[in-house]
C-alpha cells in the first residue's frame, strides 16, 4: 500500500505566496514521476506542474514563471511553490504520483499511479 499525505493549503491573499507538500510512504521501490494537479468548482480537473525523477520540469502556461515544482527523491516528497497567486488559482489541488513498487515492476515499466487526498488553497481578499 501507499499513501500520500499533502499539506500547505490555506486561505492567501492576491500576489501571495504557498508551498504544499506530498509525501509518499508505503510500498515504494522508486518514483517514476510526481506532479501536482488542480479543480476548482465547475472545472475538470487540471494538470498544474509535473517533474520526473531525473528533474525534468513541465508547467501549463497559466503557471508558468509563477509556480515552481521540486522534489526530494530521498524523502520520496514533492514540494508546489507557488507565487503571485491570483484567484482564478483557487482550487483543491491533488498530489500525483507514478511509482514502482517492486525492482521487476521498474524493469517492466509498469507504475502504478496513486492520487493524494486534495488540499485547498483560496485566493482572496
Known amino acids: 500500500q501507499v499513501r500520500l499525505v499533502e499539506s500547505g493549503g490555506d486561505l492567501v491573499q492576491p500576489g501571495g505566496s504557498l508551498r504544499l507538500s506530498c509525501a509518499a510512504s508505503g510500498s515504494i521501490f522508486s518514483i517514476n514521476a510526481m506532479g501536482w494537479y488542480r479543480q476548482a468548482p465547475g472545472k475538470q480537473r487540471e494538470l498544474v506542474a509535473t517533474?520526473?525523477?531525473?528533474?525534468?520540469?513541465n508547467y501549463p502556461d497559466s503557471v508558468k514563471g509563477r509556480f515552481t515544482i521540486s522534489a526530494d527523491n530521498a524523502k520520496n516528497t514533492v514540494y508546489l511553490q507557488m507565487n503571485s497567486l491570483k484567484p482564478e488559482d483557487t482550487a483543491v489541488y491533488y498530489c500525483?504520483?507514478?511509482?514502482?513498487?517492486?525492482?521487476?515492476?521498474?524493469?517492466?515499466?509498469?507504475?502504478?499511479?496513486?492520487w493524494g487526498q486534495g488540499t485547498q488553497v483560496t485566493v482572496s481578499s
Open positions: 517533474i520526473t525523477k531525473g528533474g525534468t520540469t
Open positions: 500525483n504520483v507514478g511509482l514502482f513498487t517492486t525492482a521487476q515492476a521498474m524493469f517492466r515499466k509498469q507504475y502504478d499511479v496513486y
